[in-house]
């Protein structure tokens, strides 16, 4: 079945005073038609970048992309013309951007920046946009969403304000929706309660969206697929299900072994330990402006081998829905 969106060797290029930084190099994925593809790892890894390319949000300069190709329904993304990438964005491919207090205008009410949006997408007076606007907040279960749209962000607290720009985003009915960590800032309840309605929503739409999290939890808990990544690569990517019953990468690896987990000290009939000491992958994700050589993870990888250091691991599919890329897994080296 061909894809909704396929990313094909995308790479990304940032330069400044410091020098040229390869933030993504030759980045592939595919999200298929109603999927939620989660694209994990640490901050700074180009998870973001990734996001803002395929909506050609990137700023040239100081960004460039130096190749690949961006298809979306039967166009390539990078090179169609600025009119028809602004019919794109928001009618077709929507986002959730991360903090939602810097994304709404604080000098206007939630109802004036929600018909804004409306009216730009979708050709309807007044009186219909408003409908459709108290629709929209009503499906996200916002309470008293008249009442909503007459307030300023200020007003709101930060789970409705996110409930807000998830109303915004879909409110043209997308094909895609791209969700950048929109649950990073809230907590723990109010996260688990915007990630059901982001689910049911797009499992109700048949939206695609691209979940972009540094989280696991959020991973195994919404996503379909997960494609991981470091450096600026991804690194390995599978079915959520069997990325974490059978994680191959030592990335991967480190970051489920990352997570806390309650049972650890019950097996033996012992209350858990209030000062166990959790697992952190040794060292730093490395500068994109001189990047180490071949495997971008090896120095931080516990496993390293002789052709990690000198060879880039190409992906590789090690079954019909997992593929990694890695010397050591690979058998690349002696």
């Not at 879909?170 to 059901?196: C, F, N, R, W, Y």
């Not at 994109?288 to 081998?305: A, N």
């Amino acid at each position: 079945m061909r894809p909704l969106l396929s990313i094909e060797t995308l790479s990304v290029e940032f330069t400044n005073y410091q020098g040229t930084s390869s933030v993504l190099d030759r980045v592939s994925l595919t999200i298929q038609k109603g999927e939620i593809l989660g694209l994990v790892g640490e901050s700074g890894c180009g998870k973001s970048v990734t996001a803002r390319t395929i909506l050609r949000l990137i700023p040239e300069p100081p960004g460039r992309v130096t190749s690949g190709a961006i298809h979306f329904g039967g166009e390539d993304l990078l090179t169609v013309s600025n009119k028809r990438m602004q019919k794109v964005r928001g009618n077709e491919i929507s986002m959730i951007f991360q903090e939602p207090m810097s994304s709404l205008n604080p000098v206007f009410t939630v109802g004036n920046q929600m018909r804004e949006v409306v009216r730009l997408h979708r050709d309807l007076k007044r009186r219909e946009a408003d409908a459709l606007c108290t629709d929209m907040l009503h499906q996200v279960q916002m309470p008293d969403p008249d009442e909503v749209l007459r307030k300023y962000p200020h007003e709101l607290s930060g789970g409705m304000r996110q409930r807000v720009m998830i109303a915004m985003a879909l409110t043209s009915d997308p094909k895609l929706l791209i969700a950048d960590e929109p649950t990073t800032a809230l907590d723990v309840t109010v996260q688990g309660q915007v990630l059901a309605i982001l689910t049911d929503l797009s499992r109700q739409r048949n939206i695609s969206v691209l979940m972009i999290t540094h989280d696991m939890g959020v991973v195994a808990q919404i996503c379909d697929r997960v494609a991981v990544m470091y450096a600026g690569r991804v690194v390995e990517m599978a079915s959520v299900g069997e990325l974490f019953a059978n994680p191959i990468h030592p990335y991967t690896q480190g970051l489920i072994a990352s997570i806390p987990n309650m049972d650890d000290s019950q097996h033996d009939g012992q209350a858990p330990s209030r000062f166990q000491t959790l697992y952190s992958i040794p060292g730093t994700v490395p500068t994109l402006i001189q990047p180490p050589p071949g495997c971008r993870f090896h120095p931080r990888c516990e496993e390293v081998g002789i052709s990690c250091d000198r060879e880039v691991p190409e992906l590789c599919w090690m079954s019909p829905d997992h593929a990694v890329a890695c010397h050591t897994r690979m058998g690349g080296h002696s």
